[in-house]
Antibody, heavy 124, light 110 residues
């Protein structure tokens, strides 16, 4: 079945970087853009970025510009989110999610399949 | 971008209807028909409930409906059931390939 499986929980020190992976199965990887969304404890969902898994084009939220890098490996059917210069405010669950399309392949800007989430804890 | 505005909480008794609002601007909710809604239970990933303002993905009960007027979108849950108790988030396309989420509304079934 269609699913996104993310890498396991991470604990990092302030100032470090973290890289989270998102592996896709059950569909054509390069046909669907992947988004990254995070959720701090008890807080709202926050959109971070997306990647065109076909051509590698990326778009980053202004809130994370310069600190986040999204990549993909088509042979591995995986996308990666790397966040640098971590602070305690980056402690959150990070999700990857697949963009939903209509039957003509036009993006509808909703996300129909979500990974299970990866908990990143930043602590000294 | 600023988050879309949702009421922090809403409630209703089983069988009743509840409507949750999501207010943005002309640059997001008011400018595009790409409003989505998600249901999130504690400790779980969000679930896709509504797209393009009012359309339901396969498998979502027709008790869930969406609408939009101006800069405000709404999610209505009819015939409330205990399992509807969750936090609901709206999102909207915000132009230039950006997306924005709302602050979330915790729905309590009394």
């Amino acid at each position: 079945q269609v699913q996104l499986v993310q890498s396991g929980a991470e604990v990092e020190k302030p100032g470090a970087s973290v890289k989270v992976s998102c592996m896709a199965s059950g569909y054509t990887f390069t046909s669907y853009n992947l988004h990254w969304v995070r959720q701090a404890p008890g807080q709202r969902l926050e959109w971070m970025a997306w990647i065109n898994t076909g051509n590698g084009f990326t778009k980053y939220s202004q809130n994370f510009q310069g600190r986040v890098t999204i990549t993909r490996d088509t042979s591995a059917r995986a996308a990666y989110m790397e966040l640098s210069s971590l602070t305690s405010e980056d402690t959150a669950v990070y999700y990857c999610a697949r963009l939903y399309y209509d039957t003509s392949g036009y993006p509808l800007w909703g996300m129909d399949v979500w990974g299970q989430g990866t908990t990143v804890t930043v602590s000294s | 971008q600023s988050a879309l505005t949702q009421p922090p909480s809403a409630s209703g008794s089983p069988g009743q209807s509840v409507t949750i609002s999501c207010t943005g601007t002309r640059s997001d909710v008011g400018g595009y028909n790409y409003v989505s809604w998600y249901q999130q239970h504690p400790g779980r990933a969000p679930k896709f409930m509504i797209y393009e303002v009012s359309k339901r993905p396969s498998g979502v009960p027709d008790r869930f409906s969406g609408s939009k007027s101006g800069n405000t979108a709404s999610l209505t849950v009819s015939g409330l059931q205990a399992e509807d108790e969750a936090t609901y988030y709206c999102s909207s396309y915000a132009g230039s390939n950006n997306l924005v989420f709302g602050g979330g509304t915790k729905l309590t079934v009394l």
